[in-house]
């Protein structure tokens, strides 16, 4: 079974929703086994599912954008990884990042910089979307147009600040974030099947 670690942060349930269907997309593919972590679990180098990490294939990493950056809970996980760092306990495994925000830029593109060069400090192997922005061109609408925030390092989406986690982000997103996954466990398993 190849393992891919969704390790999240929300602290309004926006971002949950988005990786809940990181994960949907991902484990979609036969033979893939994706599962969530919390950033809150993962505060302390000490403490936490780290051998769930370490034994994951992929890791994916998503945070929701909070005054141009990844939030605050994500970013404590981040530095407890730095003993990771030290091991090179990552190094080589598939990685990849998503970012929610109030508006349809908001700055996630600085949270997603901030994820991958996580990856690259980590000596990850970062998979970017790969899906063309303005899929529905002549609309940007929350029901149809994927990719709608138009990001390619990594998944970005949109959850109206005045809108709850039910309703938000909106369809066209979630489906967006379900590719996303998908693209990510393929890249995973060919990865995988080529180390084996
Ligand atoms: C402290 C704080 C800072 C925020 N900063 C930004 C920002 O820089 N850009 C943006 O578009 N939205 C910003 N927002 C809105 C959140 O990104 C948005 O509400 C998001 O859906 C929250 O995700 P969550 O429910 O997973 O926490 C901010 C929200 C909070 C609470």
């Known amino acids: 079974m190849t393992k891919i670690a969704i390790v ?3 602290g309004y349930g926006h971002t949950a929703k988005v990786a809940e269907h990181v994960q949907t997309g991902a484990n979609a593919l036969e033979g893939v086994e994706a599962s969530l972590y919390k950033a809150e679990d993962l505060a302390s180098p000490d403490e936490g599912p780290w051998d769930a ?3 994951a294939d992929a890791i994916i990493f998503g945070a929701p954008t909070y ?5 605050a ?10 003993k990771v760092w030290f091991a ?3 190094k080589d495994k598939i990685a990849a990042g998503f970012s929610n925000s109030g508006s349809l830029s908001g700055d996630k593109s600085s949270t997603l910089q ?3 060069t996580l990856a690259a400090q980590q000596g990850m192997i970062w998979v970017n979307f790969g899906m063309k922005s303005g899929y529905a061109a002549s609309s940007n609408d ?18 109206l600040t005045d809108l709850p986690a039910e309703d938000a982000p909106g369809k066209a997103d979630l489906e967006t974030s379900e590719a996303f996954g998908k693209r990510v466990a393929e890249a995973t398993l060919r990865w995988a099947r080529g180390a084996a």
């Open 142 to 159: 929350f029901e149809t147009a994927h990719n709608r925030a138009g990001h390619y390092l990594g998944l970005g989406t949109q959850a």
């Open 114 to 116: 901030q994820l991958a």
């Open 88 to 90: 090179d306990g990552w």
């Open 67 to 71: 005054m141009g950056s990844a939030s």
């Open 8 to 10: 999240y942060h929300s």
């Open 73 to 82: 809970p994500m970013k404590a996980f981040m530095d407890a990884s730095s």
């Open 53 to 55: 990490l370490a034994a």
